[in-house]
């Protein structure tokens, strides 16, 4: 599966990682989020290229946090609030919240899903944000630079396979001493696509 997270300096294509971390990522209907509010069609496993349903009852009914979200558009809107050039750029809180709020679907942090295989170790890793093991919400980051500190620390659940020149353009954009944005940059709006080689 994938996303592109259609941003005011430009597009991040995105590889998600549905099947190493389902909760965190894939779309399934909530309490809290009505069915209305995620895509009708079926879900795809995270490499598939035809119109095939993934069988995989985990990634349908557990699978949940990260695409519904994109889905809902509750990233719209959402600033990149924190840079720290040469380390990430975190965004993912509500455009009516401030930094400091991360909501899941749920309305409450959900547990980590930390896999050995899913490293910090490129540029362009997108891994949740949290305060401790346990606490996901809404809040993720990409990577300016491979993070191994992180590991086993934050879930990763993608990785950047297009507009990699963006992600240039927020590293080099003015930050204050702690890391804050000078100039407002937001997710302006986020698309789903099937399979990550999709246009």
Do not use: W
């Given at each position: 599966m994938s996303v592109t997270l259609h941003t005011s300096v430009g597009d991040i294509k995105v590889e998600v990682f549905c099947e190493s971390v389902p909760k965190t990522a894939e779309v399934s209907p909530s309490p809290s989020y009505p069915p209305s509010a995620v895509p009708s069609s079926p879900i795809y496993s995270s490499l598939s290229t035809s119109a095939v349903p993934s069988r995989n009852y985990e990634l349908i009914v557990l699978a949940q946090?990260?695409?519904?979200?994109?889905?809902?558009?509750?990233?719209?809107?959402?600033?990149f609030h924190r840079s720290l050039p040469t380390f990430m750029i975190q965004t993912g809180s509500p455009a009516s919240g401030t930094p400091k709020t991360s909501t899941s679907i749920w309305g409450s942090d959900f547990e980590d899903e930390i896999r050995p295989s899913l490293r910090h170790n490129a540029r362009g890793i997108i891994?949740?944000?949290?305060?401790?093991?346990?606490?996901?919400?809404?809040?993720?980051?990409?990577?300016?630079?491979?993070?191994?500190?992180?590991?086993?620390?934050?879930?990763?659940?993608?990785?950047?396979?297009?507009?990699?020149?963006?992600?240039d353009v927020l590293e080099g954009m003015e930050v204050d001493k702690k890391g804050r944005?000078?100039?407002?940059?937001?997710?302006?709006?986020?698309?789903?696509?099937?399979?990550?080689?999709?246009?």
């Open positions: 946090n990260f695409l519904a979200l994109c889905a809902s558009s509750a990233y719209n809107d959402s600033p891994s949740m944000a949290n305060k401790g093991p346990g606490t996901n919400g809404s809040q993720f980051f990409i990577c300016y630079a491979a993070s191994p500190h992180l590991d086993g620390k934050n879930t990763v659940f993608g990785r950047v396979i297009g507009g990699m020149d963006v992600l944005m000078k100039e407002r940059a937001v997710i302006q709006r986020v698309t789903l696509h099937a399979n990550p080689i999709a246009g």
